[in-house]
């Protein structure tokens, strides 16, 4: 059974905290992704990577970095942390842009 | 433009009734439109996709219709089940992209 893992489900962090949301999948994905989701505004583009050490900005990076020094592996970090990110964060992968993308369960993140 | 818009924001459908959700796009170099299913506390999973060579797409009670001068397709689904109550939505990519844009979510609710 093909496999997203996020480390934590939930999270609660202090205002200016740096924050380390890790993501792995064991299904050998070339293209790995970090979304936010909040009501209303649907699933919106952090950052995603095509290859190891790859990455692009999606489509609301500010305030945010990702690392993927490995293939199975990919961390969102929060470089210090507001409450205006506080939200849902999923993480997904896929072979292609072609073919389904596979989530994780996602990380409610708390800012206090 | 990479938005993709969904509509409505929320849907109440009775048992056995039709669901429609709509989405439009901006961007001609999309080529690939799936369709998500969340249900709560769950990542969202692959439910239909479409590629723009076909104007419709049957899977089951799933139905995808798709109309490129428009830009615009559409999710149907026939005789609508309480158990199809969960969060859809649509998204759009391409092939010289690896990242996949998604719509802002429909919430459907069927009475039973």
């Known amino acids: 059974d093909v496999k997203v893992t996020q480390s934590s489900r939930y999270l609660v962090k202090r205002t200016g905290e740096k924050v380390f949301l890790e993501c792995v999948q064991d299904m050998d994905h070339e293209n790995m992704f970090w979304y936010r989701q909040d009501p209303g505004l649907g699933l919106r583009l952090i950052y995603f990577s095509y290859d190891v050490k790859m990455k692009e900005k999606g489509d609301i990076p500010e305030g945010y970095s990702v690392s993927r020094e490995k293939k199975e592996r990919f961390s969102l970090i929060l470089e210090s942390a507001s409450t205006n990110q506080t939200s849902m964060y999923l993480c997904?992968?896929?072979?292609?842009?072609?073919?389904?993308?596979?989530f994780g369960q996602g990380t409610r993140l708390t800012v206090v | 433009q990479q938005q993709v818009k969904q509509s409505p924001q929320s849907l109440i459908v009775q048992k056995g009734g039709i669901s429609i959700i709509n989405c439009a796009y901006e961007n001609t170099a999309f080529d690939y439109f799936p369709w998500y299913q969340q249900f709560p506390g769950k990542g969202p999973a692959l439910l239909i996709a479409i590629r723009p060579d076909v104007s419709e797409k049957k899977e089951g009670r799933f139905t995808i219709s798709f109309n490129k001068s428009a830009k615009q397709f559409s999710l149907h689904i026939m005789d609508s089940q309480p158990g199809d109550s969960a969060t859809y939505f649509c998204a759009a990519s391409y092939s010289s992209a690896s990242k996949i844009i998604f719509g802002s979510g429909t919430r459907l609710s069927i009475r039973p």
């Open positions: 997904a992968s896929s072979e292609t842009a072609h073919t389904e993308a596979f």
